[in-house]
């Protein structure tokens, strides 16, 4: 059974960096990261083609978050900066095996993680 395992996520001052990592036991089409706070809808972050490397990123976090594997395409990365109080939230890594879609469309993922949590204080 394909699993995902998150972690990574702890409790920072803005301006501040975190690296989440999330072991990925199977490869797929695409990976990628969500995050849910409080209140809100779980939204796409992140997203790297495992094949390509390609990578695409929500408006919200571009030029401060980067999405990444190693070589073994087994790890999955999400290094933070610049962390602002609005990206205080659980953060998923979820693996995309359906194709055809836009990357940020959360039913093209179908294996998700249970979560780590990243808060950011001002």
């Known amino acids: 059974q394909v699993q995902l395992v998150e972690s990574g996520g702890d409790s920072v001052q803005a301006g501040g960096s975190l690296r989440l990592s999330c072991a990925s036991y199977?490869?797929?089409?695409?990976m990628g990261w969500f995050r849910q706070a409080p209140g809100n809808d779980r939204e796409a972050v992140a997203h790297?083609?495992?094949?390509?490397?390609?990578?695409a990123y929500a408006d919200s976090v571009k030029g401060r978050f980067t999405v990444s594997l190693d070589d073994a395409k087994t790890t999955l990365y999400l290094q933070m900066n610049n962390l602002k109080p609005e990206d205080t939230a659980m953060y998923y890594c979820?693996?995309?095996?359906?194709?055809?879609?836009?990357?940020?469309?959360?039913?093209?993922?179908?294996?998700w993680g249970q979560g780590t949590q990243v808060t950011v204080s001002s």
């Open positions: 979820a693996a995309r095996t359906l194709t055809g879609g836009l990357w940020y469309d959360r039913s093209q993922y179908t294996i």
């Open positions: 199977g490869l797929h089409f695409g």
């Open positions: 790297i083609y495992t094949k390509s490397g390609h990578t």
